[in-house]
């Protein structure tokens, strides 16, 4: 059973930064692409970044390219989301996923396991 915690969310004024840890357990998850979503309320849940299973390919939205990083430690079984010069729009709650595939993916259909989440509030 694959078990996904995230940490690090909380409250920023706008042009903060913030890191975002998952840990995950329960697999071996050096093999496997995971991404980091986010959902603002009434929003749909939408991709913010994804990392492949070595690290040497990662993709973002275009909001949040230029400010966030995404990054993992496969030693540590954790992914991070490295956020800066937040912005008010950049409000929401941030899920981790894991897609069971070393291939990274944009659509959140291609994820098989979530966590439950962190809230980022950047205040402006």
């Known amino acids: 059973q694959a078990q996904l915690v995230e940490s690090g969310g909380g409250l920023v004024q706008a042009g903060g930064s913030l890191r975002l840890s998952c840990a995950a357990s329960g697999r071996t998850f050096s093999r496997y692409a995971m991404g980091w979503f986010r959902q603002a309320p009434g929003k749909e849940r939408e991709f913010v970044a994804v990392?492949?299973?070595?690290?040497?390919?990662?993709y973002y939205a275009d909001s949040v390219k230029g400010r966030f990083t995404i990054s993992r430690d496969n030693a540590k079984n954790t992914v991070y989301l490295q956020m800066n010069s937040l912005k008010p729009e950049d409000t929401a709650v941030y899920y981790c996923?894991?897609?069971?595939?070393?291939?990274?993916?944009?659509?959140?259909?291609?994820?098989?396991?979530w966590g439950q989440g962190t809230q980022v509030t950047v205040s402006s």
């Open positions: 990392i492949n299973w070595t690290g040497s390919s990662t």
């Open positions: 996923a894991v897609r069971f595939s070393t291939l990274a993916s944009t659509v959140r259909a291609d994820y098989g396991s």
